[in-house]
């Protein structure tokens, strides 16, 4: 008899999803909306760990005001109101009946726990830092970004009464741009294939931390550079903030390892989104793309090194290479389609979850556009745990560069061999000491 009420009971769940699938997605009036973008995150054996915007402002956080901002900012994203459900190994976007708030504590939720409303974002604030969590299976940084500009606007609005301009920020009652909620991984996508594809090589230089191992504690370095001089070397030798970064990084790195024995890669992520036409999409639309550093470029002056690296990215960034790197994910994903449930897509994901990227990463979110509102602001910054190695975030506020180095270990080599490289430049800075943090696995399923 109990079998009996136990299948019944299943098909009714069943049956509940389905219905809450074909009833909204990403806004109210959307349905079947599968992730596929984010696939990938949502296969992690104990979860995906959060990613985390930090703001910390001058003077403690208002609380009520916070909420009041959140308020008025959510009415723009409704995509950010929503939570997954799961049918058959597939995750689908519905909107969420119960609405954003924020809390005052230091402990970041789990995603999709009821704890937060099984929400996807979280807003939470401690003394002077408002966090903003969002999973990665929902957007990437460039997704989730004008939300967190829409929602600094409108505190610093309620806060400090503030007159700033709104110029390039999304207000609660502008419309959606086009293709903001479009998936970028539905259909192929053309390109000349009479093209030959670019290949750079990731077989790079390892540096002894990169290596996959339980660790209970994840650390960061927050640096912050005046924006002025950073940009003025940048402009004399035509470099890009993430050209520049990388090759101070992979310097140090030299530096540190002089016998080193391949190329010391930055693995950068490049925003794809204008080569599928999708300029707006909020949804993760992100490539890594390697970039080398030699032997050879220790002998190379600054603008020697940068021509060298932008022509090895820009080759990848051409148009037809990132639409053919485009179908290449949506061949992953449709074989992960074919497969009939939960188990049998987290065993082949198991198989890239094992991956290393030498020798480590940097991802560029650009500028936070906050207009005169950055005068309230200290700082900005965005990291996540779970990450193998090293990486660096980076985002421009206001008049200075913001920089987390992330780390799976504690060690201040690396930012200590950046920081040298800082001042053979002449460029000032303001370091952190380790900062050690923990972002929580999600909680969108049982395991």
Same mark, same amino acid.
């Given at each position: ?9 299943? +098909? ?23 992730i ?22 001058h003077? +403690?956080?208002?609380?009520?005001m ?5 308020m ?60 903003i ?21 409108? &505190?610093? +609005? ?38 030959d ?7 790079? *230089? ?5 290596v996959?191992?339980?660790?209970? $504690? ?26 520049? $970064? ?6 140090g ?26 300029p707006? $999409? ?20 600054? $603008? ?33 389609d074919?497969?009939?449930? &939960? ?7 198991d ?16 500028q ?14 965005f ?16 008049? +200075? *560069?913001? *920089? ?11 930012v ?12 000032e ?16 399923i049982?395991r």
């Amino acid at each position: 008899m109990s079998n009996i009420f136990t299948k019944l009971y299943g +098909k009714m769940e069943r049956n509940n999803k389905k219905i809450q699938i074909r009833s909204s997605g990403s806004t109210p009036s959307a349905k079947l909306e599968k992730i596929r973008s984010g696939q990938s995150y949502l296969y992690q054996k104990n979860g995906m760990e959060s990613e985390v915007f930090e703001i910390t402002f001058h003077k +403690k956080v208002r609380g009520s005001m916070l909420n009041q901002a959140l308020m008025e900012a959510i009415k723009r994203y409704p995509y950010l109101n929503t939570k997954l459900v799961e049918l058959d190994g597939d995750f689908y976007i519905i909107q969420n009946e119960m609405s954003l708030t924020v809390r005052r504590t230091q402990n970041l939720a789990r995603l999709g726990h009821i704890s937060c409303g099984y929400h996807l974002v979280d807003i939470t604030y401690y003394e002077k830092s408002v966090y903003i969590s969002w999973h990665h299976a929902l957007c990437d940084g460039k997704g989730i970004k004008p939300f967190v500009e829409s929602l600094i606007y409108y &505190y610093c +609005k309620f806060r400090y009464n503030s007159k700033a301009k709104s110029d390039g920020i999304r207000l609660a009652k502008s419309p959606l741009l086009p293709d903001e909620t479009t998936e970028p991984n539905l259909a192929s996508y053309s390109f000349d294939e009479s093209k030959d594809p670019v290949q750079v090589s990731r077989d790079a *230089f390892a540096i002894p931390e990169n290596v996959i191992e339980k660790h209970d $504690t994840d650390y960061r370095y927050d640096i912050q550079i005046p924006a002025a001089a950073f940009m003025k070397v940048c402009k004399a030798n035509h470099a890009t903030p993430t050209i520049l $970064t990388s090759l101070l990084v992979s310097e140090g790195i030299a530096e540190l390892y002089p016998d080193f024995d391949k190329p010391i890669n930055a693995n950068l992520a490049v925003d794809i989104r204008d080569a599928l036409n999708l300029p707006n $999409t909020f949804k993760n639309c992100v490539r890594s793309m390697p970039v080398p550093f030699e032997k050879e470029f220790l002998s190379m002056s600054l $603008t020697e090194r940068v021509e060298k690296q932008r022509a090895i990215l820009n080759a990848q960034r051409d148009r037809d290479n990132l639409r053919r790197m485009a179908n290449a994910s949506l061949g992953l994903f449709n074989k992960l389609d074919s497969l009939p449930d &939960y188990k049998s897509k987290q065993s082949m994901m198991d198989f890239f979850n094992g991956m290393l990227l030498n020798t480590y990463i940097i991802s560029y979110l650009g500028q936070m556009i906050v207009n005169e509102n950055a005068q309230y602001i200290d700082t900005v910054g965005f990291y996540n745990s779970g990450s193998v190695g090293l990486g660096i975030n980076i985002l421009s506020c206001g008049d +200075k *560069f913001c *920089f987390n180095f992330k780390q799976s270990f504690e060690s201040d080599k690396y930012v200590k061999a950046f920081l040298r490289g800082l001042k053979k430049l002449g460029i000032e800075y303001k370091a952190s000491d380790a900062i050690p943090f923990l972002t929580p696995n999600d909680s969108i399923i049982k395991r």
